[in-house]
């Protein structure tokens, strides 16, 4: 019988991914659902297309701008584009740019469908067949499909962090719901939020031994121990941050649960080894969960068979993230050349600047000395390019600096300056996943992945929660401080910055490792939700974006004068992205607290 089915063949059909906020969109197709669930091949496609749903960083918002553009990272060139929202305040209920509630929702949608029907493969052709060879693929099969169903869980994890980052609380689901019962709908509260995250922990603690360490690297991409351990470390990081602790910005909102973890709540944090009870932590417990946190981030790191290591050549991590030691999990996304056609500077033939750098973020790079730029020193001010921590060169494209074989100039009236329509605002460029051997003119393109964890995170998250539980330099029994974790980024070769001095205060620590986050993960998306969580949006976001005037005196001489390029926006209401008003409303969800 022919009928109609539910995300049920997507694999073979991507371009009929919905775009709007439907938790169970119908698609009409002429294959029945015994033909996608009872064979090897439909069945694993399945599993594989709910890969799709992961985020795409490096064209996220309006088909060409990261989201380093929504906050103090950068500026993007094409002023048409949907980021702008974010900057000038204008987004809300009826209009939001990040499209995260309908791609999770799908992607949650899907993941529920598929382990569902999951076990309805029928391998019995292979089953009671004698032979050998055919035994052999009989246990590989079922070994892929039991593998599947962990690769699955993960990613509905993943989707629902994503979701409770940007909105908190959210309607947990472990099946899949019919939108179009409005009885059923209804009847989908918002989880309170400290259950969010413990169904997050726990579905990582579920299934990170059912997934294996490293696959070759015709499968990179497919989810992993490391990935499960690497999203449980990042969930905690975030359920032990003052944003999901602090509602009184809300306003005496009435839902506090939906946006913070209250003292009498608990949150899954973990297994006891002995006795293998759930551990909880009550959320008045900050330094448990700082505590818990820090583990999470330390099984990554311990985590041997991975052999996860931070890469001496910074660029390289980006340029070859689907294969790189340092990376845990990427989206893959293909050859081609619209990234750098997006990003070259307007100097080369088919380059529209895009994301460019904002001198917010140029001024957070240290000097080589390890000291913070300061505009107001002469020295630095005539050459403040020079003597800088070296991730400076690997991630920005400065003026004078060489790209593509010339010398990039983006002084007024230089090739890649101001006065140039759609030339950078700011006076950089973007040197961070940008291929300099992409020929635009041959469309001769490069492979491209999005990365979603990697090993120096993880180490980041291990430093700030260490330094919360317990101060910058105690251990803990645990083997690595905090500053013994900050420092193995900061003195890796290829960066060697120095040390971080164990004379540094648990307050002087928490600035650097801010700063240290937002210098090593720049453009990786993590700058807009960080300064959420750390509750300093207002003002990191709220500034004015800032740039550099470039004048040339002499060939070679320049000067450098700081400038305004855009007031930006950020309100208190904006800590939380608010419900999509059509599902709020349907729903009868309480929205989020402001808007």
């Known amino acids: 019988m022919r009928r109609k089915f539910l995300h049920a063949i997507v694999a073979f059909f991507p371009l009929l991914a919905v775009g709007a906020c439907d938790l169970s969109p119908e698609i009409e197709l002429s294959m029945t659902l015994e033909d996608v669930t009872t064979t090897y091949n439909n069945t694993m496609a399945r599993a594989t297309a709910v890969y799709m749903y992961l985020p795409n960083g490096l064209s996220y918002v309006g088909g060409d701008a990261m989201l380093a553009s929504a906050c103090d990272e950068a500026e993007h060139t094409n002023e048409g584009n949907s980021v702008q929202m974010f900057n000038t305040g204008s987004w809300s209920q009826l209009s939001n740019p990040d499209d995260a509630w309908a791609r999770c929702f799908n992607g949650i949608y899907a993941a529920n469908l598929y382990l569902e029907n999951c076990d309805d493969v029928d391998l019995d052709y292979l089953k ?4 050998e060879s055919v035994q052999a693929q009989y246990e590989l099969y079922v070994a892929n499909l039991e593998r599947a169903k962990y690769e699955v869980r993960f990613l509905r994890a993943f989707y629902y962090f994503e979701l409770v980052q940007r909105y908190g609380a959210v309607p947990v689901m472990e099946r899949t719901y019919d939108v179009a019962d409005e009885a059923e709908y209804r009847s989908l509260p918002r989880t309170p939020l400290a259950d969010c995250f413990s ?58 649960e ?16 002995a006795t293998g009870a759930d551990i909880m932590v009550s959320g008045s417990d900050r330094t448990a969960l700082w505590d818990a946190a ?61 994301t460019t750098p904002s001198q917010n973020l140029v001024d957070a790079f240290e000097t ?23 991730r400076l060169d690997y991630a920005i494209i400065t003026n004078y600096s060489t790209f593509k074989d010339r010398t990039m100039e983006i002084y007024a009236g230089g090739r890649d300056g101001a006065g140039i329509t759609h030339a950078t605002r700011t006076g950089y460029y973007l040197k961070k996943y940008v291929d300099p051997n992409v020929d635009l003119i041959q469309g001769k393109g490069t492979n491209h992945s999005w990365i979603i964890f990697r090993f120096a995170e993880m180490y980041l998250n291990y430093a700030e929660a260490m330094n919360e539980a317990y101060g910058p330099n105690d251990n803990h029994g645990y083997g690595l401080t905090a500053i013994d974790a900050i420092n193995r980024i900061r003195q890796r070769i290829g960066v060697a910055m120095p040390a971080v001095p164990t004379s540094t205060t648990k307050d002087e620590f928490r600035d650097k490792v801010r700063n240290e986050r937002r210098v090593e993960l720049c453009f990786e998306g993590h700058r807009m939700f960080d300064v959420r969580r750390w509750m300093i949006a207002e003002d990191a976001l709220g500034a004015p974006l800032r740039g550099v005037s470039i004048t040339q005196a002499s060939q070679g001489n320049f000067s450098y004068t700081p ?33």
């Open 294 to 354: 820090a583990q999470a981030a330390k099984a990554v790191i311990d985590l041997t068979d991975a052999r996860y290591t931070l890469l001496s050549n910074y660029s390289d991590i980006f340029l070859t993230a689907a294969t790189s030691m340092e990376t845990i999990l990427v989206r893959r996304i293909g050859n081609s050349t619209s990234f750098e056609s997006t990003n070259y500077s307007v100097g080369f033939d088919n380059g529209n600047s895009g």
């Open 258 to 273: 939906l946006i913070s973890i209250r003292d009498n709540d608990e949150v899954y944090v973990g297994k006891d080894q």
């Open 368 to 390: 080589s000395n390890g000291q913070p730029f300061n505009w107001d020193d002469p020295a630095m001010a005539a050459n403040p390019y020079e003597d800088r921590d070296p």
């Open 199 to 256: 169904f997050i922990v726990r579905e990582c603690d579920e299934v990170a031994d059912f997934l294996p360490a490293r696959y070759g690297s015709d499968e990179s991409g497919r989810a992993t121990k490391g990935a499960a351990l690497a999203l449980k470390s990042r969930a905690l990081l975030f359920a032990a941050s003052d944003l999901y602790h602090d509602p009184s910005w809300a306003g005496g909102f009435a839902g506090p």
């Open 563 to 595: 400038i305004n390029v855009e007031n930006r926006v950020f309100q208190t209401k904006m800590y939380f992205y608010p419900i999509p008003q059509t599902d709020q409303q349907i729903a009868g969800w309480t929205q989020n607290p402001l808007w």
């Open 128 to 131: 009671y067949d004698s032979d």
